[in-house]
């Protein structure tokens, strides 16, 4: 009988593993008969939602070669509020995190989208308590831009978001997060991670950082963008005559 044989991926061309990291989770629920914070708590799996969504941004954004920002806890308080949710660091620790999300807002979520919707807002939040940030001099629509990457990678997409190239790259949210991802396709997996790594450190500027990752500026970049859209919209017009 022949041997069999054994195709081997080269342990070179494997990303290393994303380093383990175990913050502090915990969770404040200001009022607990809120219809919102019901809702939360009848979520499937609430219970592992942080520990999870953190997992889900390690392993998007690093591995064992960048550090990771000191981030010892991350407390999730469901309130009263207006608006969706976001994420600040505390008054005595900005390597504490808060994040703050409206029970006004999950209490107004439809059924069929409750479970997808909180883990989705969650995981962007997560995002924001371990990204890089240029020491503060990012553009904010990249921050957001890659929380919303992650999210997109997470498969917490909501029926409203749509691919688009109009306007600037740093609109923000999922219109740079699909640009990101558009970027990860043409330079390979792991380009989003290096873009959140070369925002570790040093101050950004703008022809620099985008020239000293893909070689080329944003500007062609996000045009290069737009075209490779109309082009895929033509394909499909073709296939569809
Ligand atoms: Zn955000």
């Known amino acids: ?66 550090a990771v920002p000191p981030t010892r806890s991350v407390t999730l308080i469901l309130r009263s509020m207006p608006g969706v949710a976001y994420t600040t660091g505390t008054d005595l620790d900005a390597d504490h995190k808060e994040i703050h999300f409206s029970t006004d807002y999950i209490a107004g979520i439809s059924e069929a989208r409750i479970e997808a919707e909180i883990c989705g807002v969650v995981c962007h939040e997560m995002v924001h308590c371990f990204q890089w940030d240029a020491r503060g001099t990012a553009p904010g629509g990249l921050i957001e831009g890659v929380a919303d990457w992650v999210r997109l990678r997470c498969r917490y997409v909501p029926p409203h978001w749509k691919r688009e190239a109009d306007g600037e790259w740093d609109a923000g949210y999922q219109h740079t997060g699909y640009f990101l991802e558009y970027l990860e396709g043409r330079f390979g997996e792991g380009s989003v991670r290096r873009v959140n790594e070369k925002l570790k450190g040093e101050d950004y500027e703008e022809e620099r950082f985008w020239e000293g990752l893909f070689g080329e500026g944003v500007g062609r970049l996000w045009e290069e963008y737009g075209k490779s859209m109309t082009e895929e919209s033509g394909k499909d017009c073709k296939e569809r005559a």
């Not at 342990?11 to 919102?36: A, M, N, Q, V, Y």
């Not at 939360?40 to 392993?59: A, D, K, Q, W």
């Open 1 to 66: 009988m022949p041997s069999p044989i054994y195709y081997q991926i080269p342990s070179t061309t494997l990303p290393p593993p994303s380093p383990p990291i175990h913050p502090l989770l915990r969770l404040e629920l200001r009022d607990l008969s809120s219809p919102g914070a019901q809702r939360f708590l009848s979520t499937p799996n609430c219970g592992t939602l942080l520990s999870t969504c953190v997992s889900s941004v390690i392993s998007h954004l690093y591995t064992r070669t960048c």
